[in-house]
Structure formats: C-alpha cells, structure tokens
C-alpha cells in the first residue's frame, strides 16, 4: 500500500471517529507561487456549537496561483455535519481508493471538497488528484480538470467545524481587494489529522486551504 493511500485512510478514520464522538457526546506551500500574504485571526463568534472550540481559528490569506490537475470526484449529500464526516471517511477510504486501484493511478495531492453552500443541508464532491486520468470506470466516480490559474487561498488552522470563518475571511478579502471570482471554491486538506501513532493531531494544528479561483 502506498504512502498517499495510507494517509487517505488515516484521514477517512479520523472523519469517521468525528462522528462517533459527536454521536456518544450527543510542504504543501511550495505547490503554490506566493504573491502577497496577509493573516487574519478571526474575533470569537457570540455562539459556537461546542465549548472546547472557542478558540478562533487563524487564517491567513495568500493572492497566488494553482497548478493544472486532474481530479477523480464523487457526488453525494448529507443532512448534517456528523453526516458530511461519515460520507467523506467512505468516499476517501473506499470508494476513491477503488478507482485509483482498478486503474493503477497515483495520488498528486490531499484531498478535496465542493460545497454549494456552508450550512445544511450539505450538497457536496468529494475528490483528489491524481497523475492521470483512469480508463477503467466506477459507478458514481467522475473526472474533471481543473485549469492553471489565479486564485486567492485561505491557509486555515482550527477545527472544521469553524471553515465558514475561513470563507468568510476570503469573501471579505476579495471584496476589499477588488477581485472577481472565476469558478467554484473548494477545500483541499493538506495536513494529516492523524499522527504517525494513529492519534488525532490538534485541530489547531490541522492545515485546510480554502480556494477560491479568480480572474
């Protein structure tokens, strides 16, 4: 097994222990070439939905440009956030690795993730990039490309349940810089929230770049 399908399974267990605890409790920079960097740490929202996370995230938002990438994507829903957890654990440690494995491909980068919108419920793809494209089909698993070009990318440190922040702080930078959009956002998870012992790493500590592709 390789390194990269190892990392997406610790991944997909790690989403999947989020839903199990929600339910009992009831080198990546340099893929990137750097413009302009500004960091922001959010103010601490009035509610948040879990006491151990009143810590606000940082975000720091960086004007760059992306490679060109081919990505294989699965497209699914879910009613809640516990859910979203779920889907993606089976998506990243199943239904993915099948495709790659049926058609000997290479994973080129983390995992990502489209939303339509931030809040439930969730309509979602769920993908990665990979070196080439497959010729060997799955029910349900898709490609795209994804074009070189601009984009504005927030570097995000804190638990996924506070991501709306980090959109947030690119609509906010985006408005103030004058720059329009040029597709859909989407989520890349670069840091593995796992360690090397099988144990969750700091939320804190969890890197999720947020990308939104502009003119």
């Known amino acids: 097994m390789s390194s990269n399908l190892k990392i997406f399974i610790q991944f997909s267990l790690f989403l999947l222990s989020i839903y199990s605890l929600s339910c009992s409790g009831n080198d990546d920079d340099n893929k990137y070439k750097k413009d302009s960097l500004t960091t922001f740490i959010r103010k601490e929202t009035k509610k948040e939905p879990d006491e151990k996370y009143q810590r606000p995230p940082i975000v720091n938002i960086v004007d760059t440009v992306t490679a060109k990438m081919i990505i294989i994507y699965t497209k699914d829903s879910a009613a809640n956030f516990e859910r979203i957890s779920l889907k993606l654990g089976k998506i990243y440690g199943a239904k993915l ?112 770049d947020i990308i939104f592709p502009i003119k």
């Open 97 to 208: 690795p099948a495709y790659l494995k049926k058609n000997k491909l290479k994973i080129i980068g983390p995992p990502m993730a489209w939303y339509k919108k931030q809040k439930a419920p969730y309509f979602f793809e769920a993908g990665i990039p990979i070196n080439k494209k497959g010729t060997k089909s799955i029910a349900g698993v898709q490609i795209r490309e994804i074009k070189a070009g601009k984009a504005v990318i927030a570097h995000f440190y804190g638990p996924f349940q506070q991501l709306p922040l980090g959109y947030d702080a690119v609509k906010e930078w985006i408005k103030d810089n004058n720059k329009t959009l040029a597709g859909s956002p989407y989520e890349t998870y670069v840091t593995d929230p796992v360690d090397k012992n099988g144990k969750q790493v700091d939320p804190y500590k969890i890197k999720t």
